[in-house]
């Protein structure tokens, strides 16, 4: 069974900083890994999309790797900013019959001090 | 309407009562689905449909049943509400079968079982 985690669960930091959260799965078999961010009360934006092909994907501030072999995703954000504080989630898509079931982590509540 | 619209954001209900939670999306996506995320347990799938007329059950279908008559909707149904299914229920949508599909979500219905 697919399982998801997501180190740290909880992080503060200083405003300009590069970060990186990290998002780990079990089964390496994966059509997709996706990032998305959670505002408080609202609902899920998408990020990145990384296809299991890929081993990167850049937007702006933002670069998601996959390591397929590994079990891991990492997503870097540089210069941070205090309009980065949210949630972050990675959602993985797994291959095969259970393709439709996406899998996702508990999230990583970044805080980003001004 | 741009993307997907749930309705209603939110309610309180008294056990016991009848709930359908509607969703709809305009993006002419195939597969839709039906998240709940609780505080400790992150978003879990509930129902999903691969495409219109079919429908599939996810990590935690109890309680719940859906059904999608055509490809823009796909409303949850509660039967008979419970207090355990307090929570805020997410819409998602992606355009099918494919590895680079992209996940859309909802803002999320949040609900209220007393």
């Known amino acids: 069974k697919q399982e998801v985690t997501q180190i740290p669960a909880a992080l503060s930091v200083p405003e300009g900083e590069n970060l990186v959260l990290n998002c780990s799965f079990t089964?390496?078999?994966?059509?997709?890994l996706q990032w998305f961010r959670q505002d408080p009360g609202k609902g899920l934006t998408s990020l990145l999309l990384i296809q299991s092909s890929q081993r990167e994907q850049t937007s702006g501030r933002l670069n998601a790797s996959l390591d397929k072999s590994s079990g891991r995703s990492t997503l870097y954000i540089a210069a941070s900013q205090p309009g980065d504080s949210a949630t972050y989630l990675c959602a993985v898509r797994p291959g095969g019959t259970s393709y439709d079931k996406v899998i996702f982590g508990p999230g990583t509540s970044l805080s980003v001090i001004p | 309407i741009a993307g997907i619209t749930q309705a209603p954001t939110s309610q309180i209900l008294a056990a016991g009562r009848r709930m359908t939670l509607r969703c709809t999306q305009d993006m002419r996506h195939n597969a839709m689905y039906w998240y709940r995320q609780d505080l400790g347990l992150g978003l879990r799938l509930i129902h999903y449909s691969n495409t219109a007329g079919t429908t599939g059950k996810g990590e935690v279908p109890d309680g719940y049943s859906v059904s999608r008559a055509n490809t823009d909707d796909f409303p949850l149904t509660l039967a008979s509400a419970v207090p355990s299914q307090t929570s805020v229920y997410f819409c998602a949508s992606s355009p099918g079968h494919h590895s680079n599909t992209e996940a859309f979500f909802g803002q999320g219905t949040r609900l209220t079982v007393v």
């Open positions: 089964d390496s078999a994966i059509y997709n």
